[in-house]
């Protein structure tokens, strides 16, 4: 029964319940007591509380009833039912200590009521601002109702009024936006001056119990104003359209709108169905908007994805089209100091940094420049300071700093850096000096104190075309490969190795422009990561961090192998160093 007895009717009327109706322990029972008596003084009161509860110092069975109530049978008849406990020295009940929690709402209006009572509120008027009600449970409550039902292809019953046009609806599909829940039901009592009654025939329209004793629900005519630039009519209709079905396709075009529709009609479902595709669609044209996204409807599941792909892919393929402009600043500063980003070498990273501020200073032009043109800008700034002193400079500091330019090692990189005085002095000074001690002190990196966030990185991006795939790198005169191979269609194994300066493979590239180390043992200290995108979802290998001395001959020249199965293509393959002090 949705409509609860009056309180002056529960004093009889659940008195002869609790013996004669459904809730009684046997027929063969009685209760010798009074149909008026007051509940609070009948022991036969504890067999049916769902009306009426009687004080806490009252809870207790009647010592001269033991031989007809047992103790378990109550239990699982309370069990039954959802707890109430009373409220102040009345006999009103609420379900938890918070006001209006998100517990399931049953259809009972009787304690929607006595909870307004219990905290001073008019129900009333709580009806007529259903903010004030819990929305969610009532929309749990039509929703689940309507689960597995055939859906309603007939005469609209609700007209929604919004974007400029007029959108039919049907009452039971609405519930499943907060929104439309909150409009309907304050539109379904303003115009009343029993709004209690409205909800109440409401409620029993909806009841599973009277389905065949429905009758007609009258017409209601609500308003939506949205002021989102995100949301388009096609994009609204979209939402909308998935009130009736559950598997409407949502294109990469139009998700972002869609998305948005969904914030505002508070379809949690579809909101989070949008997120699941934005994440499965990130590209270099996407990653801004849906990043901006995340950020302006706070879903950190849709910004943690994009700034997890943009790690992996800032350098190999942002980098290199004209989308990089659009990379939010904050956006890039988080994965510069992630310890999961990729590249290829610092430098690469460098110049990938050095290009996203060209484009943020030349609006103008539509096209990824060469690398010469980027040097030419930088270098026409005056001499007398350099790019970071300067006050177009300051704000970009941060993303700088978080570069480890003491990973860059060849000669002519460093002259280069000089010549374009990017860079204060001092750090230039810095960053020379710890080099000139590690090569004096057989490449001891005695600068670098924290691994995770100091050693030196390098990258292989394994594509699916590969068997093999390594590069040689040159640090303080060591000279290492590092590998990656695929042994089936799922196994893989990365892992570096030392390479004699003669060693044919060695191109003359790596050793010419600079030094050569000839001590027989180089101890190291290195971890290896593998990163791959499994079906929407990051997969992470790595080894722990480990300190060996690497010879010229095996085994001692080869590092431990990272062996990995997955079936995630390309990998990222990153590689971190440092030359301990030994």
Avoid at 182 to 200: G, V
Avoid at 381 to 402: A, E
Avoid at 422 to 438: C, D, G, L
Avoid at 462 to 478: C, D, L, P, R
Wanted: glycine share 4%; aromatic share 12%; net charge positive.
């Amino acid at each position: 029964m949705f409509l609860a007895l009056n309180q002056e009717e529960a004093v009889g009327q659940t008195h002869r319940g609790a013996v004669e109706g459904d809730m009684r322990v046997g027929k063969e029972q009685r209760c010798e007591a009074s149909p008026y008596t007051p509940m609070w003084e009948c022991p036969c009161a504890y067999l049916a509380p769902s009306v009426y509860s009687p004080p806490s110092f009252m809870k207790m069975l009647s010592p001269f009833r033991k031989d007809v109530f047992s103790l378990s049978l109550i239990t699982e008849q309370r069990k039954a039912r959802l707890e109430r406990r009373t409220t102040g020295s009345t006999n009103r009940w609420r379900f938890s200590k918070e006001p209006f929690s998100k517990e399931p709402f049953s259809g009972d209006l009787l304690v929607l009521s006595q909870k307004c009572k219990a905290l001073s509120i008019d129900f009333d008027e709580a009806l007529k601002n259903p903010d004030r009600l819990f929305i969610s449970q009532i929309q749990k409550f039509f929703s689940e109702n309507f689960k597995n039902k055939p859906i309603q292809t007939g005469e609209a019953d609700v007209i929604l009024e919004c974007l400029g046009f007029k959108w039919e609806l049907h009452q039971p599909q609405l519930f499943q936006s907060e929104t439309l829940t909150r409009l309907y039901l304050a539109a379904l009592t303003r115009d009343t001056m029993s709004p209690l009654q409205e909800l109440e025939k409401l409620l029993r329209v909806q009841s599973p119990e009277k389905t065949k004793e429905r009758a007609p629900v009258k017409k209601i005519i609500i308003s939506l104003k949205i002021n989102d630039p995100l949301v388009t009519n096609a994009a609204f209709a979209t939402a909308l359209k998935n009130l009736y079905m559950n598997e409407v396709e949502i294109n990469e075009e139009e998700v972002l709108g869609v998305l948005a529709s969904a914030h505002i009609l508070q379809f949690s479902s579809l909101f989070q169905r949008c997120v699941s595709v934005m994440t499965d669609v990130l590209s270099p044209s996407t990653i801004k908007n849906f990043y901006m996204a995340g950020c302006k409807y706070k879903e950190e599941q849709l910004t943690i994805a994009c700034q997890k792909w943009l790690e992996m892919n800032l350098v190999p393929l942002v980098g290199k089209q004209i989308h990089l402009r659009k990379i939010p600043q904050d956006l890039l500063h988080k994965v510069l100091k992630s310890p999961r980003l990729f590249t290829f070498s610092e430098f690469h990273l460098l110049k990938t940094i050095l290009l996203w501020v060209f484009l943020q200073l030349n609006n103008k032009i539509h096209a990824i420049p060469i690398y010469e043109t980027v040097l030419t800008f930088f270098n026409s700034f005056s001499k007398d300071y350099c790019f970071l002193d300067r006050d177009v400079g300051q704000s970009l500091m941060p993303l700088f700093l978080c570069l480890h330019l003491y990973s860059i090692t060849r000669g002519k990189d460093l002259e280069e850096l000089r010549h374009i005085n990017i860079f204060p002095e001092s750090w230039m000074v810095r960053v020379a000096a710890n080099h000139y001690h590690a090569l004096e002190n057989g490449g001891d990196m005695a600068h670098l104190k924290d691994f995770t966030t100091q050693a030196m990185r390098f990258g292989l991006l394994f594509k699916q075309e590969y068997t093999t795939h390594s590069e040689m790198i040159a640090v303080y005169g060591f000279f290492f490969e590092i590998k990656g191979i695929k042994h089936d269609t799922t196994s893989y194994s990365f892992y570096m190795q030392r390479i004699k300066h003669t060693d044919p493979e060695l191109p003359a590239v790596v050793w010419e422009d600079g030094p050569i180390n000839l001590r027989a043992e180089r101890v190291v200290k290195y971890e290896i990561r593998a990163q791959t995108l499994v079906n929407g979802k990051w997969q992470e290998f790595r080894t722990r961090q480990i300190t060996q001395k690497f010879g010229f001959v095996k085994p001692s020249c080869k590092s431990h192998a990272l062996k990995i199965q997955t079936v995630g293509i390309p990998i990222y393959a990153s590689f971190a160093f440092i030359f301990p002090v030994s």
